[in-house]
């Protein structure tokens, strides 16, 4: 039997005499299970890397897509027009919580109703998509005339973000458990490698322009990675699209399995069960102890980083302001990153925790900005980083928590729906930071 043009393989209904042509693999499956588990690991790192890559660089570009109806000549930092307003604050038309909500409520819709019928998409279909919108966000805002456009290729970036974190962590439950940590600190890589590149590229002297055409090779190694490198377990679903290479090298778990098993049993072992809509609300008010703390600590976080960070200026630093803010979205990313890859190290069960002292840290930089009593740039530096620790941690360790309490029949559906809280914080703090933003604005 070749290698199936749909990549990851189906097993086969019926088998009869594949035996005597395909025999077993002699070499030893602990070695071949560690080669697995390395590739697994690196492939869902790599992807949650480059699934979160695009929406992270768009909140770190947020100020200057705002600041520039098109890009200038050189690095883009400077505003085309002053400003004119009389207000204390150094302000832009516009919120970047507008970018926020552009790049974020693509996403929550996806995630509301995926969990409910995205099982109807083959997996390498949805990959497609999440790599075909990404590259094409990269694009729309690389050659942006005007806000308008630039927004909708932020839309672009959140479909990508949005589809890809609830398919790949839906993927995740049919892996060993460590893959959960592998994505959750690939997508802190994103945060931490997207806001860097981004800040160093444009400190360098490339424009925006320049700096965002030159990520549009980050989708094609998200590609890459699930097509070449992911080596799926026999029980893993079928995934679509995937290379000749990629079925070649899994042809051998097919003949392992039994020649007169029946097709429903070979069936079962292959896809997830069917949950009624009944069984799945059951299992949400189940997640809700981890999901509502989740949800409050990103309400919180993105609250500050995008209705307050653009509030936190300090005319007399080194930097200009365009510059205080990419370094502001590098220090919480970085935060983000380290916490997200900590999971082997500290487990915490408590989400609420990290839900109470984040809620501290908004009232904390709200104060700042009404008050002005922060006396350097350096100690909010510090402040941001820790945001970015509470953050990433309450990430990764919901998802474990999840993982673990969660029945094998249910694994697909919980992971995939956990996501969702997350964003619900996020949009909603999209939308209040807007406003507060245009309060603090019309101060004198």
Not at 89 to 114: E, H, M, Q, R
Not at 189 to 218: D, E, F, K, R
Not at 239 to 264: I, N
Not at 310 to 328: G, S, V
């Amino acid at each position: 039997m070749g290698p199936s043009r749909g990549g990851w393989r189906n097993i086969p209904a019926d088998s009869e005499g594949e035996d005597e042509d395909f025999p077993p693999p002699v070499e030893p499956e602990t070695t071949q299970d560690n080669c697995s588990r390395r590739r697994n690991n690196l492939g869902f790192w790599l992807l949650g890397l480059c699934n979160n890559f695009a929406y992270v660089v768009m909140l770190s570009a947020a100020h200057d897509i705002l600041n520039h109806q098109k890009v200038p000549p050189g690095n883009g930092t400077e505003p085309i027009p002053p400003h004119t307003n009389a207000s204390r604050y150094d302000c832009n038309p516009i919120s970047t919580g507008a970018v926020l909500l552009a790049d974020i409520l693509p996403t929550l819709i996806i995630k509301l109703s995926a969990p409910f019928c995205i099982h109807w998409f083959p997996y390498g279909l949805r990959v497609a998509i999440c790599v075909i919108t990404a590259w094409g966000s990269f694009l729309l805002v690389a050659f942006s005339a005007s806000i308008t456009q630039s927004l909708a290729g932020v839309v672009l970036a959140s479909i990508s973000s949005g589809l890809g974190e609830i398919t790949f962590l839906a993927l995740t439950s049919f892996f060993n458990s460590a893959v959960v940590s592998a994505w959750s600190s690939g997508t802190g890589a994103a945060g931490l490698i997207g806001a860097l590149s981004y800040l160093w590229l444009t400190q360098a002297g490339l424009s925006p322009q320049h700096t965002l055409l030159i990520m549009t090779v980050v989708p094609v190694v998200m590609q890459v990675s699930y097509s070449f490198l992911l080596a799926p377990p026999p029980q893993a679903p079928r995934c679509g699209w995937g290379s000749p290479l990629q079925a070649s090298l899994r042809a051998p778990s097919v003949t392992r399995q039994p020649l007169l098993e029946d097709k429903a049993t070979l069936q079962s072992n292959t896809s997830s069960p069917k949950l009624s809509l009944r069984e799945k609300w059951e299992v949400v008010k189940g997640l809700l102890k981890y999901l509502v703390p989740l949800a409050i600590v990103y309400f919180a976080e993105y609250f500050i980083n995008q209705g307050l960070f653009e509030l936190m200026y300090f005319p007399k630093a080194l930097f200009t302001h365009p510059e205080q803010y990419r370094w502001y979205q590098m220090l919480y990313q970085f935060g983000v990153f380290v916490s997200r890859s900590s999971a082997s190290c500290i487990r915490i069960r408590r989400i609420w925790i990290l839900a109470v002292l984040q809620c501290l840290n908004m009232l904390l930089f709200s104060f700042d900005v009404t008050y002005l009593f922060l006396p350097s740039i350096f100690l909010v530096f510090v402040l941001i980083l820790y945001e970015g620790l509470l953050g990433g941690g309450a990430y990764v360790n919901t998802f474990h928590c999840v993982r673990e309490e969660s029945k094998p029949e249910h694994l697909e559906f919980a992971m995939g729906v956990a996501c969702v809280a997350d964003t619900l914080g996020i949009s909603l703090s999209g939308a209040i930071a807007i406003s507060v933003h245009n309060y603090f604005c019309q101060l004198p």
